[in-house]
C-alpha cells in the first residue's frame, strides 16, 4: 500500500510538471512565431517566406516541450522516446493522411510561392484575394466581402489561376459594318483606338474579318488593357464615334 501510495504521488509530481512544460511551452511557441515574424518583417523578407520561417519556429519549440514532457514521464529513456514516437508517427500515418497532406501542401505553398498573400486568385470555383497563407489552409476574401478556407491540398491536385500575376487583360468588341461599296482598311479601327485612355500599347490592338454576310463585314477587335471592364466600355465608345454607321457591341 505503501509503494501505491508514494508511485501515485510520484506521477502526481510529474503530471503536474508535464502541465507546467504543455503550458510554457505553448506560450513560448506563439511568442517565438510572432517574434520571428516580426524580425523578419522588419528585414523586409517577402511574406510567404515570414510565415513559413515563423510557423516553423513555432513547431520546433513545440516539438521540443514535447520531448521534454516524455522525457518527464520516462526518467530520460531516450529509447523509449523513440518507440512512442514511431508509433505515434504511425498513427498520425494512417488517421490523419488528408491533414498531413494539407500541412506538407502548406509548406508547398509557402516555398514555391505560386501565389502570395495580396494575389487575386481562382481556385476551384472559388475567386477572391489571398488574406492568409496557414501551413494547413488558404484564407481568401470574395468581392463580395465573404471568407473563404480553402485546404491546402487542393492547389496540389487543381488548376489555380493567379489573376495577378499579369495584369493585362485582353478585350474583345465586334464591329459591324456594311462593306460593300469600300473595304475598310484595319488600320482604320487600330486609329480609332489609339486614342483610347487605358489601353496597352503592346500587344497593340487586333482587328480579324470573322465573316462577311450580305454585304456586312464583321470584324473582332481585340485590345489589351489592365482594367478590362472600363477599357471595354471606353473602346466601343470610340468605335461607335468612329463609326456610326455601324453596329458595336462587347465580345
Known amino acids: 500500500m505503501t509503494i501505491d501510495s508514494a508511485l501515485l504521488a510520484d506521477y502526481a509530481v510529474r503530471t503536474v ?4 512544460v504543455v503550458l510554457v511551452a505553448l506560450l513560448v511557441a506563439r511568442g517565438v512565431r510572432r517574434a520571428t515574424m516580426r524580425m523578419l518583417a522588419r528585414s523586409r523578407a517577402q511574406a510567404n517566406v515570414t510565415i513559413l520561417l515563423g510557423n516553423l519556429a513555432q513547431v520546433l519549440v513545440i516539438v521540443v516541450g514535447t520531448m521534454a514532457v516524455l522525457a518527464i514521464y520516462t526518467r530520460d529513456a531516450f529509447g523509449w522516446i523513440l518507440t512512442s514516437f514511431s508509433v505515434i508517427g504511425l498513427v498520425i500515418g494512417l488517421s490523419l493522411q488528408d491533414i498531413l497532406k494539407n500541412f506538407f501542401a502548406g509548406i508547398w505553398v509557402l516555398v514555391e510561392r505560386p501565389f502570395r498573400i495580396g494575389d487575386t486568385i481562382d481556385v476551384s470555383g472559388s475567386s477572391g484575394v489571398v488574406e492568409e497563407i496557414a501551413f494547413r489552409t488558404t484564407m481568401l476574401k470574395t468581392g463580395d466581402g465573404r471568407e ?3 485546404p491546402n ?3 496540389m491536385t487543381s488548376p489555380v489561376t493567379n489573376l495577378t500575376r499579369f495584369p493585362t487583360r485582353r478585350g474583345t ?3 459591324i459594318l456594311d462593306d460593300r461599296e469600300k473595304p475598310l482598311d484595319p488600320d482604320q479601327i487600330r486609329d480609332a483606338l489609339g486614342k483610347v485612355p487605358g489601353l496597352a500599347a503592346e500587344p497593340k490592338a487586333a482587328v480579324e474579318l470573322r465573316s462577311f454576310e450580305g454585304g456586312r463585314a464583321h470584324y473582332l ?7 478590362q471592364d472600363a477599357a471595354t466600355s471606353a473602346a466601343i ?3 461607335r464615334a468612329r463609326f456610326p454607321q455601324g453596329e458595336v457591341h462587347g465580345g
Open 17 to 20: 510538471w508535464a502541465l507546467l
Open 148 to 150: 473563404v478556407i480553402i
Open 153 to 155: 491540398g487542393v492547389f
Open 173 to 175: 468588341a465586334w464591329l
Open 221 to 227: 477587335v481585340s485590345f489589351w488593357a489592365q482594367d
Open 237 to 239: 465608345a470610340a468605335l
